[in-house]
């Protein structure tokens, strides 16, 4: 299936009369009872105009008032919509309520419906335990305050759309009432993800005063983000812009010979699809991946060259050695990442050629994730050492015996050496990390922080991010250090790692600490609707930017997948400050002009192949996307 855009068209309501008018015209969809009739048995035309609406609403002397004059004894009254449809050609929203109002409540029962005053259930239940701020809206929405709603603001309609067992909207009579709710709402959804009141004291307690732009938006210096896209347009290929009329374009797609568990592309001859019962490889083309070609079983009737020993099919596959070897990680519990060793793998005769253990000072320990040195370290052909994370470690292992004694694999389980690295006391909970093209270090941990580590120390970081409270399950960087893509559940978190030192010389936070000057990060969202559509339980994974390991090229895209979606972002426009997704926003600038590609089952990875593999008239290297039986390749190119 060929790429798509955002479908923020479909909930789009540019042209306020038309908007209004379908409301109108649908309004009896979206109730539960059987729709009204006319004493004939036909349903009345629908008016022409809002005008038209107002004046025979007026003419029948209602004791409700018009859709456009709110009660005023209601307080904080709003008109609710909801969208129906989904993505299909009849999508629309529909009023939902004319007018209605909504609440705040701290409560310790999200889901609960019971009929007491907002203020009894905010006093009764505080002493309860563990309460949230939910919000009501009239007795039809009833959610938990936070990301998970993905709430999207349009400040210059007085609008919110958002998430909760559907998609909906919110239409404030006046801005005064619409930034009071965005006001409130961001408070809330502090509370509830620090257990703190949200005011200047505690978000100094959260953020550091070093980072109160992130807390503070406004306040924060956007100037290094200028800074930046200006490097951008100096760099290579460059002249090539990527255009608002760039499509992708599905070169093919194929099946796999077993369930796919990972993806591990080669910047060279092959890529590898790592599947349930073996390794499948296929070859590198400028359009893609395609054949094939050699099969790797795991399980060939040896127990020293198979994988039988291996706890559970491997999730992560690691290339070294110009691509001639590969590590392959298994969990040693299904359903946790941690493990106490490894395979090596030996491409070129598709045997495993040694069972590696992690062991520190006689020791046996576990990792829960591995990485090259550095982003372009697989194509050494001398590489022998690789990064190693656990919760609470962060090292370098060497293949190499440290006393230069080939070890003897037929009687014993060889260890791996630990050169370099911190085996920190408490509480870092690190969660996964990536390397810059130097072998710089960025971690990221369960409460949302990011650290950076230079590459001459792993015991204290350069610089550690904040975070925003979600935890952070994947993260990339560019090649040259410069920004950090971060993933979490609901939303990707773009970072500037730039800044000017005392001496005015622009460095990144690998390198140096970088005070005050910190500028605010930038999310990456779905709509409320495309969260909606991907599922309750889906949730971003494995974000990353497109693939170079060269000095002066910059990275072009970025690419997440949320379960059957694969979602990209043109990089530029991310950063580009006077975007159109940017204006009218409150908060944290979060870019919401994305393509998305659609698959028919969950897609287990997305990625862009390695920068060499772009051809003359396309900005990007192809995309590769795999589903757990099939595997597809797609171009961006400049047609329509």
């Known amino acids: 299936m060929g790429g798509s855009h955002s479908r923020e068209e479909l909930i789009s309501d540019s042209d306020e009369e038309e908007y209004e008018e379908e409301e109108e015209e649908n309004y009896q969809d979206s109730k539960d009872d059987t729709p009204e009739r006319s004493s004939s048995g036909r349903r009345p035309k629908t008016p022409s105009s809002l005008d038209e609406v107002a004046a025979k609403l007026e003419a029948l002397k209602l004791k409700y008032p018009t859709s456009n004059t709110p009660n005023p004894s209601l307080k904080n009254a709003v008109k609710l919509y909801l969208h129906i449809g989904g993505n299909t050609p009849k999508a629309k929203w529909v009023t939902s309520e004319k007018l209605t109002s909504y609440a705040f409540i701290k409560t310790a029962k999200i889901d609960g419906q019971d009929g007491a005053e907002d203020g009894e259930e905010s006093e009764n239940e505080e002493e309860s335990g563990d309460v949230w701020w939910v919000m009501k809206v009239g007795n ?30 919110m239409k404030f009579f006046s801005d005064e009432e619409y930034k009071s709710f965005v006001s409130k709402f961001n408070d809330c959804s502090f509370e509830n993800t620090y257990k703190m009141e949200s005011n200047d004291a505690n978000k100094v307690k959260v953020y550091g005063k070093d980072f109160i732009g992130w807390a503070n938006p406004e306040a924060a210096d956007d100037s290094i983000w200028e800074d930046a896209e200006d490097a951008f347009s100096k760099s290579p290929r460059s002249a090539t812009p990527v255009r608002a009329n760039q499509d992708l374009r599905e070169e093919f797609e194929e099946a ?28 590198n083309f400028t359009h893609g991946i395609q054949g094939k070609g050699v099969y790797v079983n795991f399980d060939n009737g040896n127990q020293r060259s198979g994988l039988n020993s291996v706890h559970s099919t491997p999730r992560k596959a690691l290339l070294m050695r110009a691509e001639t070897n590969m590590l392959l990680m298994s969990p040693k519990t299904e359903g946790k ?13 598709g045997k495993i050629v040694t069972e590696w253990k992690f062991g520190k000072d006689g020791t046996e320990i576990t990792m829960r994730d591995i990485a090259n040195d550095s982003k372009g370290a697989q194509l050494d052909p001398s590489g022998a050492t690789f990064l190693g994370l656990d919760d609470n470690r962060l090292c370098r292992w060497d293949m190499r015996d440290r006393n ?15 050169t370099q690295g911190h085996q920190f006391s408490r509480g870092t909970n690190f969660q996964c990390f990536a390397t810059t093209g130097d072998g710089s270090i960025v971690v990221g941990s369960l409460d949302g922080k990011i650290r950076l580590y230079s590459i001459t120390s ?6 550690a ?42 460095k990144t936070g690998f390198n140096g600490r970088m005070g005050h000057r910190v500028a605010a990060p930038r999310l990456l969202k779905l709509t409320p609707l495309d ?3 991907a599922g309750v339980n889906n949730k971003f994974r494995n974000a990353q930017f497109s693939w170079v390991t060269e000095n002066g090229k910059q990275e072009r895209h970025l690419v997440a997948t949320v379960g059957k979606f694969s979602v990209i972002w043109n990089f530029q426009q991310v950063k580009n400050g006077s975007h159109e997704c940017y204006h009218n926003q409150e908060g944290l600038k979060s870019c919401y002009c994305y393509k998305i590609v659609l698959k028919d089952d969950s897609i287990v990875d997305s990625r862009f192949m390695h920068d060499k593999f772009a051809v003359s008239d396309s900005p990007e290297a ?15 190119s400049s047609r329509r």
């Open 140 to 169: 039809k929405i009833r959610v938990k305050v936070g990301v998970e709603m993905q709430l999207k603001s349009f400040g210059d309609q007085r609008r919110v759309d958002f998430v909760a067992k559907g998609v909906w909207a």
């Open 256 to 283: 796999a010979n077993g369930g796919i568990q990972s993806l591990a592309l080669g910047a060279l001859d092959n890529s590898f699809l790592v599947g349930d019962s073996g390794i499948q490889v296929v070859k």
């Open 337 to 349: 990442p941690h493990t106490t060793g490894l395979h090596q793998l030996d491409i070129e005769t």
């Open 404 to 418: 230069g004694i080939v070890q003897n694999l037929a009687t014993s389980t060889p260890v791996l050496n630990w």
């Open 458 to 463: 792993m015991r204290q970081a350069k610089t």
């Open 465 to 506: 991010f904040p975070g925003l409270g979600s935890p952070i399950t994947h993260v990339d960087v560019t090649f040259d250090g410069k920004w950090i893509l971060g993933t979490t559940d609901t939303y990707l978190i773009l970072i500037c790692t730039l800044f000017t030192d005392k001496d005015g010389k622009t």
């Open 531 to 533: 969260s909606h559509l």
């Open 622 to 636: 192809p995309l590769v996307i795999a589903t757990p039986l099939k595997v597809s390749s797609f171009s961006i």
